[in-house]
DNA sequence: CTTTTATGTAACCTACTAGTTACATGATGA
DNA sequence: TCATCATGTAACTAGTAGGTTACATAAAAG
């Protein structure tokens, strides 16, 4: 139902600490519009509009027209799809492999935690 | 415990296809070397070890080195700090929003689903 | 000691990202 | 109609991402 390439957009969108405070504004406030929403940034409204480009991208961010406004809505299909293929894919699995890894990440050990394969090159 | 330049890093490190083989291939081979990893794919060596750089720049992998060869190991925890940010901050509250939005996505329709706020600016 | 093997570093190129200013379009209100 | 306001488009720039080739280092094997 979602491919890489969808993935990466969505990832890709998240990626960017401006973006996901915009989806939080939209999330909050839906049917906000672009140049009420650009007012709550810094940068230009068409900056703004950029990253509006990307998360609507991704599926993330929905518009309409209505007027002379666009009025913005948040979607949250594509991070329930994620949060899903993570659950069933990545973290039930994972989870359960973190013990015997977690303490390189802490601070480097000299020694290997396993010696498995390694060959095929 | 993790602050918006950390999700940064992983996020932009999850944006890419390659780099999510890269973890699942660490994560069914722990302890798999550079090159060995890097046979796998298409492009040069030295690209792969940047894109090692940045997994390891979000901490999605851990290395030793051990010999001449340096040895990969796969690390769940930034995932799963994500994961349960959305399970508690957004998933839930934006699952409950989804079936207002939805139809939104799915078929662009012309009436709004809400009139609320859009004031600010 | 010399050669091979695994990894790392440097320098460079191309494409894309994120930002800008200037201008265009199109609906509203007086 | 005309001025205004919300949004959109175009063209440009600086910086970063992702890739390359060439060379450097350091451990193992002979």
Same mark, same amino acid.
């Given at each position: 139902? =979602?491919? %890489?390439?969808?993935?990466?957009?969505?990832?890709?969108?998240?990626?960017?600490?401006?973006?996901?405070? =915009?989806?939080?504004?939209?999330?909050?406030?839906?049917?906000?519009?672009?140049?009420?929403?650009?007012?709550?940034? %810094?940068?230009?409204?068409?900056?703004? =509009?950029?990253?509006?480009?990307?998360?609507?991208?991704?599926?993330?961010?929905?518009?309409?027209?209505?007027?002379? $406004?666009? @009025?913005?809505?948040?979607?949250?299909?594509?991070?329930? =799809?994620?949060? %899903?293929?993570? $659950?069933?894919?990545?973290?039930?699995?994972?989870?359960?492999?973190? $013990?015997?890894?977690?303490?390189?990440?802490?601070?480097?050990?000299? $020694?290997?935690? %396993?010696?498995? @394969?390694?060959?095929?090159?």
């Amino acid at each position: 139902m =979602m491919n %890489d390439r969808d993935m990466d957009a969505v990832f890709q969108a998240l990626a960017h600490e401006s973006r996901r405070r =915009m989806l939080d504004i939209v999330k909050d406030e839906p049917g906000i519009g672009v140049g009420a929403l650009a007012a709550d940034f %810094d940068v230009s409204r068409i900056a703004v =509009m950029k990253h509006l480009s990307v998360l609507e991208e991704a599926n993330l961010i929905v518009s309409e027209k209505h007027g002379r $406004t666009r @009025k913005l809505y948040f979607n949250a299909a594509p991070i329930q =799809m994620i949060h %899903d293929r993570w $659950t069933s894919d990545y973290s039930a699995y994972w989870a359960g492999h973190m $013990t015997r890894i977690k303490y390189l990440a802490e601070a480097r050990h000299e $020694t290997a935690p %396993d010696e498995k @394969k390694q060959g095929k090159s």
